[in-house]
């Protein structure tokens, strides 16, 4: 609802009829959003702006990305729990155990990567 809200009004701000494709909604809702509020406000600013279509699409909202579902609240299933832990995994080896660096790529909060490894049990290398 926050979305369709901010939709609005930033596409009446710059004299745009737009509506959200059926992917961008179910990527909206698994992305774990750690800039919260802000986060979603300028990511649909920036779609917004930038809308070449009717529809602002997933890849519009850049969470088109290979990490866009990683999640560290609700419920997963055992595989999205390996899933992310291989992602997460594989992010540290690529970043040399730098978990700032990591966190950026994964678009993730560090808290969140932190409290990711641990629920996880990823070793921190």
Known sequence: ??????LRNLAAEHKKTLTFSKKALEAMETYTWPG??????NK???????ATEKQITQQDL???GPYAGI??????????????????ERAIARNRGNLT???????????SLYELIDKLGIARK
């Open 62 to 64: 850049s969470l088109a």
């Open 71 to 88: 999640s560290g609240h609700g419920t997963q299933t055992r595989r999205g729990k390996r899933w992310n832990a291989i992602l997460i």
């Open 101 to 111: 660096k990591c966190a950026d790529e994964l678009q993730i909060a560090r808290s």
């Open 44 to 50: 649909l600013k920036r779609a917004v702006i930038m």
């Open 36 to 41: 919260n509020v802000r986060e979603l406000e």
């Open 1 to 6: 609802m926050l979305a369709e809200a901010f």
